[in-house]
């Protein structure tokens, strides 16, 4: 599948409702609130245009103005286009735009291209044969429809494993935003399915099939079917390019190709086109976005001007200086520099630690000297590749009471995936754990609710649950043989967990071999990532000498959840931990990197090293006053082995003079590594003399 490019269409004659008035009729002094290189970007009159702009170079502004200036010189608001990737910016940017011109901006059309798509379905979509009364499917509603289509396709267990709903979901969904064929989509993310191919496209042709049906769209159809309204209806193509002489596009390194041909195929004759992007910040292959939008732009508008917004109001000179030395490292890109317009400041900090422990303790640490510092604890944050690697800091952060909040999802041991492993050792260390047993067993196949309640009612009433468990008789109690032979293996695994009482990260990896790892791959979205993060829990869980001790202190992670700990009346301010991907964006005066050591950040799984180069450029170009980039020099593998973690080659790469250089001891504090370390004794000194 793929959408061809449609630049190249004949254009379509339109009529512009008001000619632009001179200048001398604005009433904005838009050479008092913007820089040069914003202005020519405001002032442009037309056609293609490629903005890059850097990190924290005023890019929300420009486009407020530049919608501002065309609404001054006469365009109809009505015929304004604002495509952002949230409704909410595009919200505030119509407020900006309105209180600069001191009237209504609302008919200006601004929205995310699911929302716009969504408006302009409304009214068109039956031309593809929907009523305006459609319904929209959110994320779960789809995976209920995707996993009713392959019920029909396949009533009865497969014989071969088979992607479940919320898989078949994320290939989709794919599929329909990349324009990839099926099979390349497959090799790509799901390689153990290649071979079901063609039930594959028989469950997704169901599933378009029952859509249809029940006159619902999911998401993914408000850009598909947008494209298929303008490709197959040639007079709402040319009502929809007369009615928007501009187009306005933010973070346009982020669209999927298929977005990127919405727009190209929604332009008239005069070709009013504005995006505005930074390929140095394209962090999103995993989710379709394609770079090649924003680096093919000169080819595809051949002659167009390009416009580099370079100047930054965020950061500190030297935190602007190893952004640039890192992003320069990539091939593929727009070359830009960032200044920064402020002045003075410390070398951003490379640490190493002896541990993932140590590391922990190091940050913790820190955090509290910087806000004795004055520096409030929300305008603090912690990024990290993955969000495993937040565990060592959870844990350390609770310990010591410093309250935080989670932007990259649920905390570690709250997530689906963590919790139903765990549940699998609360039961071994409490036989009587009824939810710990409804929710191991119901991952078995063939044991659905009903039959897992007959299963405890025959083993509740024994003093010894798991026990009676293992010596089940299932025909006894009514089970069919396929659903005894999944309790048989069930009761199997969890004797092995007995005897692993004491070596609870081996009982971790006896749930991921005894079956579990294979339901992740077949059953959830973003597999790969969810394996990483219970391979990480059972390294975290060779640390404790006990299942029962190691229980306790999970168990007390979810109770004293770090929004709660050491909070007093009126106090909600908290320490960030996030992803980069979700800290994009966003802005703190310090920032710390963890876990940036080879195979970590960057990851061993990458298929793209500058857009994990891209990713730590966005990582740092967060922090305005102080950087900390921290590694630690050795981390234990699933076989209870110390590897040596080489440092990041994002750290190994930069000049030496842009960094100065930390490393933790044993027992050190921040403010000790600062002055140089602790002073040591020399070892030929008399402890007795002075």
């Known amino acids: 599948m793929g959408y061809p490019r449609a630049v190249n269409e004949p254009p379509v004659s339109r009529k512009v409702a008001l000619r632009p008035r001179a200048s001398l009729a604005r009433k904005v002094d838009y050479a008092s609130e913007l820089n040069p290189a914003q202005i020519e970007v405001v002032m442009h009159p037309g056609g293609p245009m490629l903005v890059l702009a850097g990190a924290g170079s005023g890019k929300t502004r420009t486009l407020v103005y530049r919608v501002s200036r065309l609404i001054e010189d006469g365009v109809e608001p009505g015929s304004i286009l604002l495509l952002t990737f949230t409704n909410r910016a595009a919200r505030e940017m119509l407020e900006r735009v309105a209180t600069i011109l001191g009237r209504d901006s609302g008919r200006v059309m601004g929205g995310t291209f699911h929302s716009v798509g969504n408006r302009l379905l409304r009214r068109f979509g039956d031309k593809l044969g929907y009523p305006p009364s459609y319904g929209i499917l959110d994320r779960e509603d789809s995976r209920d429809l995707m996993g009713t289509a392959l019920t029909d396709l396949q009533p009865d267990t497969p014989e071969r494993r088979f992607p479940g709903a919320a898989v078949l979901c994320e290939l989709y969904s ?65 009502h929809l390019q007369g009615r928007f002489a501009h187009v306005l596009v933010d973070e346009y390194q982020d669209t999927n190709r298929l977005q990127a041909d919405i727009v190209d195929t929604l332009l008239g004759g005069e070709r009013n086109l504005l995006v505005v992007g930074d390929d140095a910040q394209s962090i999103y292959g995993f989710r379709g976005a394609d770079v090649g939008n924003i680096l093919s732009f000169p080819d595809r508008y051949p002659g167009c001007p390009t416009f580099r917004l370079e100047t930054n109001y965020r950061s500190l000179p030297p935190i602007l200086a190893l952004a640039n030395a890192s992003i320069a490292c990539n091939q593929r890109q727009f070359p830009k520099e960032l200044r920064a317009m402020r002045e003075g400041g410390e070398l951003p900090v490379q640490c190493a630690a002896p541990s993932p422990e140590a590391q922990a303790g190091f940050v913790a640490q820190r955090v509290l000297e910087l806000v004795d510092e004055g520096v409030p604890l929300g305008e603090i944050a912690v990024l990290y590749r993955n969000h495993t690697h937040s565990l060592e800091l959870e844990v350390e952060l609770t310990r010591r009471g410093i309250p935080y909040e989670v932007r990259s999802g649920l905390r570690f041991f709250e997530q689906r995936h963590v919790k139903d492993v765990l549940a699998h050792l609360r039961f071994v260390v409490n036989s009587r754990d009824e939810v710990a047993f409804a929710r191991l067993a119901r991952l078995r196949p063939r044991l659905g609710q009903r039959l897992v309640a007959r299963i405890w009612a025959a083993i509740a009433a024994a003093a010894d649950p798991l026990k009676a468990l293992l010596h089940l008789d299932g025909a006894s109690i009514g089970l069919p043989g396929a659903a005894t032979h999944s309790a048989s293996q069930l009761g199997a695994l969890l ?111 990458a298929e793209d090293i500058e857009e994990e180069r891209r990713l730590f450029y966005v990582a740092c170009t967060r922090a305005k006053d102080e950087l900390v980039l921290c590694h630690p020099y050795v981390a234990r593998d699933r076989y209870r082995v110390d590897v040596i973690l080489e440092p990041s080659r994002f750290l190994a790469e930069l000049p030496a003079e842009v960094t100065q250089r930390w490393e933790v001891q044993s027992g050190e504090t921040p403010a000790e590594l600062e002055a140089g370390g602790a002073y040591a004794l020399p070892d030929f000194l008399d402890p007795g003399v002075n």
């Open 174 to 238: 794919l599929v329909i935003n990349t324009g990839k064929p099926l099979g390349n989509a497959l090799t790509d993310r799901y390689p153990q399915f290649a071979a079901q191919i063609e039930a594959i496209q028989a469950t997704f042709k169901r599933y378009m099939e029952r859509k249809r049906a029940a006159q619902v769209m999911d998401y993914d159809d408000l850009l598909l079917n947008w494209l298929l309204l303008l490709r197959r209806h040639p007079e709402v193509r040319a």
């Open 495 to 605: 004797g092995k967990l007995e005897r692993l009482r004491g070596r609870p990260g081996e009982a971790v990896r006896e749930v991921l071999a005894g079956g579990y790892r294979d339901w992740v791959r077949a059953q959830l979205d973003n597999a790969g990532s969810r394996l990483d993060d219970l391979e990480q829990l059972g390294v975290f869980a060779d640390g404790y000498d006990t299942m029962d001790t190691f229980l306790d202190e999970v168990t007390l992670m979810n109770e004293l959840s770090g929004e709660d700990v050491a909070e007093t009346e009126g106090e909600r301010e908290r320490l960030v931990l996030s992803t980069v991907h979700q800290a994009k964006g966003l802005e703190w005066r310090a920032v710390f990197v963890l876990w940036l050591a080879e195979g970590r950040f960057p990851s061993s799984r």
